[in-house]
Antibody
Framework: QITLKESGPTLVKPTQTLTLTCTFS??????????VGWIRQPPGKALEWLGI???????RYSPSLKSRLTITKDSSKNQVVLTMTNMDPVDTATYYC???????????????WGQGTLVTVSS | DIVMTQSPDSLAVSLGERATINCKSS????????????FAWYQQKPGQPPKLLIY???TRGSGVPDRFSGSGSGTDFTLTISSLQAEDVAVYYC?????????FGQGTKLEIK
């Protein structure tokens, strides 16, 4: 059974760096054909993909946020970490991590999601 | 970027009636492998994460009732709920996973009439 859970600060100040951890079970991020992505959702708004890290260490980021994002993995701890620099109030959102599987050599959609963590950016 | 546009933005349907939500992508999301479209539908209820309803445009996710069906190919897709139940009240999002950046539609809010 695959589960994911996000953790980190609920409140950050403008210009600070946000660090969120996704701790998961039921799979290994070092197994061929696995990706863990980050998606956020401002209150009352739509989903926005931030980025993803794959089993082989490859990373992909949203072009609009690429300069501010870093995603890393720690296979021994079953964790993926999102770092976002220079936080602004517009970054206030629920942040989700999600599992992405490979199917017959084609990457599938996110099938398992964490419950999400609300991050508020305010001074 | 592939832009996903859903219609309508909101929808009110009577219990037991059919609900239809459409999504149009700005580019084809046909994967080319096994005649698949890299396209999904998610259901999100208040306070919950999105739940995968449909992937490859027409394959139901694990445990998804068969009243939910997905159709379409290329750039035009449809989610149909054949007989609306009270528990189907939610926001529905379409999603393309054909190419980076992965993108979602703006959401369609489904309510009971």
């Amino acid at each position: 059974q695959i589960t994911l859970k996000e953790s980190g600060p609920t409140l950050v100040k403008p210009t600070q760096t946000l660090t969120l951890t996704c701790t998961f079970s039921g799979f290994s991020v070092s197994t061929n054909g696995v990706g863990v992505g980050w998606i956020r959702q401002p209150p009352g708004k739509a989903l926005e993909w931030l980025g993803i890290i794959y089993w082989d260490g490859a990373q992909r980021y949203s072009p609009s946020l690429k300069s501010r994002l870093t995603i890393t993995k720690d296979s021994s701890k079953n964790q993926v970490v999102l770092t976002m620099t220079n936080m602004d109030p517009v970054d206030t959102a629920t942040y989700y991590c999600a599992h992405r599987p490979l199917y017959n050599s084609v990457w599938n959609s996110f099938d398992y999601w964490g419950q999400g963590t609300l991050v508020t950016v305010s001074s | 970027d592939i832009v996903m546009t859903q219609s309508p933005d909101s929808l009110a349907v009577s219990l037991g009636e059919r609900a239809t939500i459409n999504c149009k992508s700005s580019q084809s999301v046909f994967c080319g492998s096994d005649n698949r479209n890299c396209f999904a539908w998610y259901q999100q209820k208040p306070g919950q994460p999105p739940k995968l309803l449909i992937y490859w445009a027409s394959t139901r996710g694990s445990g998804v009732p068969d009243r939910f069906s997905g159709s379409g190919s290329g750039t035009d897709f449809t989610l149909t709920i054949s007989s609306l139940q009270a528990e189907d009240v939610a926001v529905y999002y379409c999603h393309q996973y054909h190419s980076d950046p992965l993108t979602f539609g703006q959401g369609t809010k489904l309510e009971i009439k």
